[in-house]
Structures are given as C-alpha cells and as structure tokens.
C-alpha cells in the first residue's frame, strides 16, 4: 500500500500551508495540487516532500496514487491484431 501526502498530512494534523513553509516548497497551492493528485511534483519537490515525510511518502506513492486514480485497464487492440482477427 502507498502513503498519499493527502494521508500524511491529515495524520499529521499539517495544513497545506504548514507543509508549504516546512517542507521548503513555498507555495501553499501546489501543495494542494500535489495532496489531491492533480499535478505531479517536480523532482525538487518529490525530494522536498520525502524528507519533510521523513520518507514516508516518496515519488512511488505519486506513481501509484495516478496508476489508482486512472482505474483498471483494458487491453488495446492494436491494428496488427485487428488485421489478424479479420
């Protein structure tokens, strides 16, 4: 199981703010974005975010919460497939 920023921050009782200043990202708003998994962060802030975390949360737990959110997938049917069954 991963550990969003969004589980570790209401854990830890932390406002995106507070997360904003401590972590050393500054802005309140990209925390946000990263908490409810609107926008990857940037490399620089992965790292940020993983040692405010204490490791808790690191670039997996943003790799996973994205693969979580788009669902099961389905196989495509390429075209060399669609030629072949016909």
Do not use: C
Not at 42 to 53: F, Y
């Amino acid at each position: 199981m991963f550990m969003t920023l969004d589980d570790w921050l209401t854990e830890k009782k932390m406002t995106n703010a507070e997360f904003a200043r401590v972590s050393g990202i500054g802005q309140r708003a990209l925390v946000q974005k990263y908490r409810r998994g609107h926008m990857l962060p940037s490399i620089e802030n992965v790292e940020r975010i993983r040692k405010a975390t204490g490791g808790s949360v690191t670039a997996n737990d943003f790799v996973a919460q994205r693969v979580a959110a788009l669902g099961p997938s389905e196989p495509q049917e390429t075209p060399s497939s669609s030629a072949e069954a016909a």
